[in-house]
């Protein structure tokens, strides 16, 4: 079983919400965010994936200019699970949603700097 399990994702109409939960395993990371930035990255099919959000153990966050806001990323440390709100929801938001992270990450939204990944959950808008 992974360390990573997301869930949330969904059908949903154009302009509506959803949100996403990354629970991270009880043995993740040894228990230490020293460094760790988690966030969610999104494929869709035929394209690269491509970084979305990301939230560094300090709190700050880093957007991809697609979805700057529309989505917020967040982090309940006690109950070990990363969200991802997305709210105005748009067709072109279509895709597998992967939860991802990584330590001592430098550029924040680029996919090979993290080493750990969830299945992911599939994000499907409708017009």
């Known amino acids: 079983q992974g360390q990573l399990a997301e869930s949330g994702g969904g059908s949903v109409q154009a302009g509506g919400s959803l949100r996403l939960s990354c629970l991270l395993s009880a043995t993740f990371s040894g228990g230490s965010d020293r460094g760790l930035s988690m966030g969610w990255f999104r494929q869709a099919p035929g394209m690269e994936r491509e970084g979305v959000a990301v939230?560094?153990?300090?709190?700050?966050?880093y957007y991809s200019d697609s979805v700057k806001g529309r989505f917020t990323i967040s982090k309940d440390n006690a109950k070990k699970t990363l969200y991802l709100q997305m709210n105005n929801l748009k067709v072109e938001d279509t895709a597998m949603y992967y939860c991802a992270a990584g330590r001592w990450v430098a550029d924040k939204l680029r996919e090979i700097e993290y080493t750990s990944w969830g299945q992911g959950t599939q994000v499907t808008v409708s017009s």
């Open positions: 939230v560094d153990s300090d709190g700050t966050a």
